[in-house]
């Protein structure tokens, strides 16, 4: 004879496991749900860092001419420019703009974009004189000048041409930063933007204490 306690303690050991499957099986779906929910959050996030439109692109063709034409002339410091504050002056802007230049590039093959390069930019007047160009660029014959200055007349000139064509960039930046949407061309616009604002300034002091 089986004793009423026996059976008792059997049923609640019964329904004890019964209950611990199911809360095995309710943690087990929690953490599946939470698992899909991180994924597709992940993927979101993902998917948005990706977005691009037509502003990035833009700006991604444009600025890749326009740090070219800055490295063209900072490469023309070295063997031109006498003072050592415009040589290393020089020396950071091609630094900064050749890495910068390979990653626009490569964001324009992943957005399927053409790379126009120096050719393709609108120059805004390349076969006139002065400066006044689009996005601060210079003209056939501002290059020409400065490439045949040398010494003192050199450096007062690259300063003068260089905050010109900070100032666009600049301009460029800011228009980025307003109409963008790739998380990474904003940030880099950002950079640009403060990093040469940062130049112009000090452009601006050293040309005057050249007496320019």
Do not use: K, Y
């Not at 740090?67 to 023309?76: G, N, T």
């Not at 910068?100 to 324009?108: F, P």
């Not at 880099?188 to 112009?200: F, G, K, S, V």
């Amino acid at each position: 004879m089986i004793r009423p306690t026996r059976v008792f303690a059997g049923a609640l050991l019964a329904g004890a496991l019964v209950l611990a499957g199911c809360a095995d099986d309710s943690v087990a779906s929690h953490m599946d749900s939470m698992e899909s929910g991180s994924a597709e959050s992940t993927s979101t996030s993902d998917s948005e860092d990706a977005a691009f439109n037509d502003a990035d692109v833009a700006f991604a063709q444009g600025m890749i001419p326009h740090h070219q034409q800055a490295i063209e002339m900072a490469q023309m410091a070295e063997s031109r420019a006498e003072d050592s504050r415009v040589l290393d002056l020089a020396s950071r802007i091609e630094a900064a703009q050749q890495p910068e230049i390979d990653t626009l590039t490569g964001w324009l093959e992943e957005w399927g974009a053409e790379d126009s390069g120096m050719e393709g930019m609108d120059h805004g007047g390349m076969d006139h004189g002065g400066m006044d160009h689009g996005g601060g660029m210079m003209s056939e014959e501002d290059m020409n000048a400065l490439m045949a200055a040398s010494g003192a007349e050199f450096d007062r000139l690259f300063l003068e041409q260089m905050i010109e064509h900070h100032t666009g960039a600049v301009e460029m930046a800011v228009t980025e930063s307003a109409e963008g949407q790739n998380t990474d061309a904003i940030a880099m616009a950002e950079t640009i933007r403060d990093t040469q604002n940062a130049e112009i300034a000090e452009m601006r002091q050293l040309l005057t204490e050249l007496g320019g």
